[in-house]
Structure formats: structure tokens, C-alpha cells
């Protein structure tokens, strides 16, 4: 019995040890990430409303600025107008959308962005920012900083949209990737729950993996180890309990019921008294909501915002 | 009168005179008498002695050994048709130390009813419950330790006298509409009663824990039979060491405790009690010096001597069981360590 505790213990401790070689495999094994391809001719404004059909000249400055905008940062860019067809389509809907498009122009764990801005009348508006591959990483803490500063150039739900304001909008957002690119890495990581992927850097290289990242890695190993040490005492103690001197025997089973004799046993009444407290009534009530289903399985970061 | 000379005839413990009453006190049990009665018990004690338990005396002074143990310091009785080798208690080798004298046979005994081997079996079982025991502990060497002994008792019938008053409260909660209504009444508990317990048993060997004597109780005494020489054959019997003045404050403490039972059990009713008189007297107390059956054995392991014992006539075993914490630390780390591989590399997905 000792023996096989000791191998058993003895195990678990060499499996322990290396945990850090098999997960390093085991993330290497599952990089998804697909990088840029060094192609910036796919990333384009895609004109749905229709914003810039009398000002071609205006579309066609404004791709050549996202085309070098793209070719500077390395990655796809890629702006949807959304028209009057998607005024009905619910905020989960967009996002699906956008992250749906991105995947099949540019491929799924690509490095780029996809801005989806609702011009279709809809009240309120839902703009929303597709990221994927490295750019989920680079943009994760700047996309709510991105959304507030292009609301000063674009217009209120339900207001007329000028082509002028939309494309000084896009400039601006053009400018924002470029200053709001976060290429430092270090620890930060970001799991995209629909896809189960994430996000992170390890050894310098990116990673788009459904293995955990190291931080996480960190904090699983330290919880863990946490858990294993407090079941271990509570099973240590609880045993050390059980091989404790059970407790005597009751004297009572020597009492003579027969002999023992009552002088006096009474119960007298002394007083009484009646408190009463007003029952305070609650109500409550209940939420649900839905979903849509992803096309693509490529991992996604991002986030959306109600003009 | 010098009053030095006299022993308590409830307790045995040592009579003072007390100026304030004229009277003999005992500081054990309480009992007080006059100069005259006490006089009066002597005298018929010293012609109580009838010649049969006089000669019953002389034949157990004749007939018994007495064993020493040099390295614990127990005294074992045997008869002397059988030798005593070994300590039941520390299990080294014993001496002959000589005779016993009368006052120390015993008057009642109850005899084995629990042989050997079931001795063995219940106690395998016990064993067998128990993961984390060394490994030498259930060995047919260990259990060759295990010793058929009478051990010295002393059994007291005591009456006591229960003084309890108390302020006793009945709650009783309801609903109706939109208010919660608490009612309360109040009332005045008083319990005045005599409780007398039978035969609460006290060992008297001061070697033997007092809590396991008192785990393996009851005995059935409605088997209680006069003492012979015969019961001894084959067994072991100890010598006490705790007389029945040394005794009297657990006999005490455990009638009371008895009593408080009592009380509480007449007074169950109450939602909540606030004492304002518990007074718990003992009034008369007879002691009765005999043998009981034990099964015994002792285990030293990590520098503590365990005590088994098993209750010679029910069965009944009590003891601690010796605990292997080297056995149980790795059995833990284990458990710990698999918990932390699970966690790691499973944690999150299930």
C-alpha cells in the first residue's frame, strides 16, 4: 500500500514538472494565426448606402488612403457602409456580420480590422469593430477611445449623413489605427468565447490557439496548486479527526427511573406577551434575450457602439 | 476524640471535626456524623465480618500473586496456579513480588463472557474500518498482546438531590395578512427531585485511562456474581491503586452530571431557559468493590503508549486508533497533487 502511494505521489509530481514542456507543445502545435499577407489591394471602403455614388473621385481617394494605411501597419482594413437593407438588423446580427465578412475576404486568424458603420437609418445606430489576429491584440483597449472620438464627426440616429462628415470620419479613423496600435504584447491576452480561441504573445512569437496563454497558464497553475493544498488539508484534518477518542458513556443510562422521586415539579404560568411586524413586500421580474449562429470558426475580438 | 482515626464509611476518605456542628464532616462526599454514630458504624463493621467472608479473605491473601512490573510500575494479581510473565500494561517482563493481604479481594465479579477470538475478530473489524494505521498495529504479534483482565472497580449507588429553578419561555410564531405575529409566555420552572443512579462504575487503576473505562460501560450487573478464585483461571487481574476516596469526585461528577439529565429531560418543552437555581447534593452514596471484564491491549507508536479495550462481557470496543501521519501526509499530497494536475490542465473546459 505505502509503495504504491509513493509511486502514486511520486508521478504526479513528475507530471507536475512538466507541465510547462507539454503545454509549450501543445500551444506550438495550434497557432491559427495566418499573419498579413503583405496584400493591401483587398482592403477597401465597401459603399453600400450608396454615400459616394455622385463623388467617385472621393471613394477612390479615400481607398487609396486606407490601401497605404493597411500597407504601413500590416494589416487588412476594411470599411463596410451599411445601407438602408440593414436598417432592421439587430446588434448581434452585425456583429456576426462583420466578423462573417472580415473572415471571407481575408481569410480566418488574419492580422486586420473591419469597421462596419451604420448609416442605414437605424435608431439608434450600431457601429461596430471587427478585429482579428494580431489586431485583436493592438486594438483590444482603444476600441471604446476609437468609437468617442469618431462620434464627433458622425451623425446622429436619424439625422441626414453628409458624404463630407463620413469621409472626414474615416480619415480620423484611418488616423486612430495608426496611433492607437498597441504593439507592445507582454502578457495581455484575449479569448474570444464563440470560437474558443485566444489572443496572446509567447516567446515574442503571435499566437491564435485554443491552448491558454501564459498569463492564464499562470493563474490556472496557481489556483490549482491553491486547490490541491486546501483538499489536502481538509483531508488531512478530517482524517486526524476521525482517529480521535470517541466520547464516553452517558451517565444517564445509570439513572433508576423507578427510585428517582419528584418533591416538586411545577410549571407556573408568569405572563405573556404578543409582538406583531408588518411584512415587507418585494417584486421582481425577468430578461431574455437571443442569438445568432457565426458562419466562420475564425476567432474574433472587437466591440460596438450606440450612436 | 481525635477524629484522624476515622474514614468516612461513604467514601473513605478521611472524617475532620467540625467545632461549628459537633459532627464528623466528610469533605468529599458531604456526609456528616456525631461522635456517637460514627462509634455506632465501627462497632458493628468490626463484628459485620462473617466467618465465611473472613475465611473467604484469607483464602484469596493465600491464593493470589502478586506481580510487579519494574518498568511501569503495575501490579498484577494472578492465582497461583498460573504465572504471570509479562505486563499487560507495558508488556515487559514481570516479578513476583509476594502475597496480597484480604482487603483487596474484591466482593462481586462478573466473568468473561467474550472469548479470546471474538475478542480478536471485533477487533480486526474495528481495524479494518481505519485506512491510515501503521502497518505493524493488526499483526498476530500485536494482537498476541491482547490480555483477558479483571479490572478494579468501584461501583456506587448514589442519591442526589436536585434543587432547579428557572425561567422558561414558549414561542410560537404565526401569520395572518401582512403582519408576522410572535407570542411568548413566560413561565416559572422549579424541579425538586431525589435522582438515584445504580451502579455508575469508577477503575480503580490509576494506569488505565478513566475516559476508555468509561467508553466500553455499560456492564450488565444483573450478572454479577460473589467473588471466587476460579474466575481468575486464565486471566489476569489488576491490583487497584485508587481507592474509594480517590474515586468519589468522578462518582460524584458523573451522578451529578446524571442528574443534570434528569432536569433537563422534565424541562425539554421550552423554547429557551434562563437558570436561576441549580444546586445538585449528593445525600448518601454506597461503594461496592469488584472486578469487571476487560479485554486489554496497549500499542506504542511514535513515542505514545494507544489503549485498547474491550468490554469483556457486551463486546463493547473503545480506543484511539494510532494514526500513520507519514502514511496520511503522502496519501494527501497525492490527492493534492492530482487536484492541481486535474486544474491545470483541465480547468476552465469541464
Known amino acids: 500500500m505505502m509503495r504504491r502511494v509513493i509511486s502514486l505521489a511520486a508521478a504526479v509530481l513528475l507530471s507536475l514538472m512538466l507541465l510547462p514542456v507539454l503545454s509549450l507543445d501543445a500551444a506550438a502545435s495550434d497557432n491559427y494565426s495566418q499573419g498579413w499577407s503583405g496584400d493591401a489591394s483587398q482592403s477597401m471602403i465597401e459603399d453600400d448606402y450608396g454615400l459616394f455614388s455622385q463623388d467617385q473621385q472621393t471613394l477612390d481617394d479615400l481607398n487609396k488612403k486606407v490601401q497605404e494605411t493597411a500597407e504601413k501597419l500590416e494589416m487588412n482594413i476594411y470599411i463596410f457602409l451599411a445601407g438602408p437593407d440593414y436598417r432592421y438588423q439587430t446588434d448581434s446580427a452585425t456583429v456576426i456580420f462583420s466578423d462573417d465578412s472580415y473572415d471571407s475576404i481575408f481569410g480566418e486568424d488574419t492580422d486586420g480590422v473591419f469597421y462596419y458603420l451604420d448609416i442605414s437609418g437605424k435608431s439608434p445606430a450600431c457601429d461596430h469593430i471587427s478585429t482579428s489576429g494580431r489586431a485583436v491584440l493592438w486594438y483590444q ?4 477611445a476609437i468609437f468617442s472620438r469618431l462620434d464627433a464627426y458622425l451623425p446622429a440616429s436619424g439625422s441626414t449623413v453628409y458624404p463630407d462628415d463620413i469621409a472626414q ?29 485566444y489572443f ?20 490556472y497553475a496557481v489556483s490549482s496548486v491553491v486547490a490541491g493544498l486546501v483538499v489536502a488539508l481538509i483531508i488531512y484534518f478530517v482524517v486526524k479527526r476521525k482517529y480521535r477518542f470517541k466520547s464516553s458513556t452517558d451517565a444517564s443510562v445509570y439513572v ?23 411584512i415587507e413586500s418585494s417584486s421582481g421580474g425577468s430578461r431574455g434575450g437571443g442569438g445568432g449562429g457565426h458562419s466562420f470558426s475564425g476567432g474574433h475580438g472587437g466591440g460596438s457602439h450606440h450612436r | 476524640m481525635d477524629a484522624a482515626q476515622y474514614k468516612c464509611p461513604n467514601c473513605n476518605a478521611e472524617l475532620k471535626f467540625d467545632p461549628a456542628t459537633q459532627k464528623l464532616s466528610c469533605d468529599y462526599c458531604l456526609s456528616a456524623f456525631t461522635i456517637d454514630q460514627i462509634k455506632e458504624i465501627y462497632a458493628q463493621q468490626e463484628t459485620a465480618l462473617p466467618k465465611e467472608e473472613q475465611q473467604a479473605q484469607d483464602d484469596f491473601a493465600e491464593h493470589t500473586n502478586l506481580y510487579h512490573c519494574t518498568s511501569c510500575g503495575a501490579d498484577i494479581m494472578a492465582d497461583d496456579q498460573q504465572t504471570a510473565t509479562f505486563c499487560y500494561y507495558c508488556h515487559n517482563p514481570v516479578i513476583l513480588s509476594g502475597k496480597l493481604t484480604g482487603d483487596f479481594k474484591p466482593s462481586k465479579i462478573i466473568g468473561f463472557k467474550i472469548t479470546r ?3 480478536l475478530n471485533k477487533f480486526r473489524k474495528w481495524v479494518s474500518k481505519r485506512w491510515f494505521i501503521p502497518p505493524d498495529f493488526n499483526t498476530d504479534e500485536q494482537l498476541e498482546k491482547m490480555t483477558g483482565l479483571y479490572v478494579p472497580f468501584w461501583v456506587a449507588d448514589c442519591d442526589i438531590m436536585a434543587d432547579y429553578e428557572a425561567i422558561g419561555k414558549k414561542i410560537r410564531s404565526w401569520t395572518t395578512g401582512n403582519y408576522h405575529y410572535t407570542e411568548t409566555k413566560e413561565y416559572r420552572v422549579v424541579r425538586k427531585v431525589r435522582v438515584t443512579s445504580l451502579g455508575i462504575p469508577a477503575d480503580g487503576e490509576s494506569k488505565i485511562e478513566d475516559l476508555l473505562m468509561e467508553s466500553i460501560e455499560p456492564f450488565d450487573y444483573s450478572e454479577l456474581k460473589d467473588f471466587s478464585m476460579s474466575y481468575f483461571s486464565g486471566f489476569f487481574a489488576d491490583k487497584y491503586d485508587v481507592d474509594k476516596a480517590a474515586v468519589f469526585p468522578r462518582i460524584k461528577d458523573r451522578a451529578t452530571k446524571a442528574s443534570q439529565g434528569v432536569i433537563r429531560k422534565s424541562v425539554g418543552n421550552y423554547s429557551s431557559l434562563s437558570v436561576k437555581r441549580e444546586n445538585y447534593d449528593i445525600q448518601k452514596t454506597d461503594l461496592q468493590y469488584m472486578m469487571l471484564p476487560v479485554w486489554f491491549m496497549t500499542y506504542r507508536y511514535g513515542g505514545k503508549v494507544y489503549e485498547f479495550a474491550l468490554n469483556g462481557q457486551t463486546g463493547k470496543l473503545a480506543g484511539t486508533p494510532p494514526l500513520n501521519k507519514k502514511k496520511l501526509r503522502l496519501v494527501c499530497a497525492a490527492i493534492g497533487l492530482a487536484i492541481t494536475v486535474i486544474g491545470y490542465f483541465f480547468g476552465g473546459r469541464i
Not at chain 1, 480619415?171 to 464563440?194: A, F, I, K, P, R
Not at chain 1, 496572446?200 to 493563474?219: H, N, Q, T, W
Not at chain 1, 419528584?262 to 409582538?275: M, V
Request: negative net charge; hydrophobic residues 25%; aromatic residues 12%.
Open chain 1, 256 to 278: 433508576s427511573r423507578e427510585r428517582t422521586r419528584y418533591f416538586q415539579k411545577e410549571d407556573t404560568f408568569l405572563r405573556e406577551h404578543t409582538s406583531r411586524t408588518r
Open chain 1, 200 to 219: 496572446y504573445y509567447k516567446g515574442g512569437e503571435f499566437y491564435v490557439s485554443k491552448s491558454r496563454p501564459p498569463a492564464m497558464d499562470l493563474i
Open chain 2, 117 to 119: 477470538e471474538e475478542a
Open chain 1, 169 to 197: 470620419a474615416l480619415e480620423v479613423y484611418l488616423g486612430l489605427l495608426e496611433s492607437c496600435q498597441d504593439t507592445s504584447g507582454g502578457l495581455s491576452y484575449y479569448h474570444d468565447e464563440s470560437s474558443g480561441k
Open chain 1, 141 to 144: 483597449d482603444s476600441i471604446d
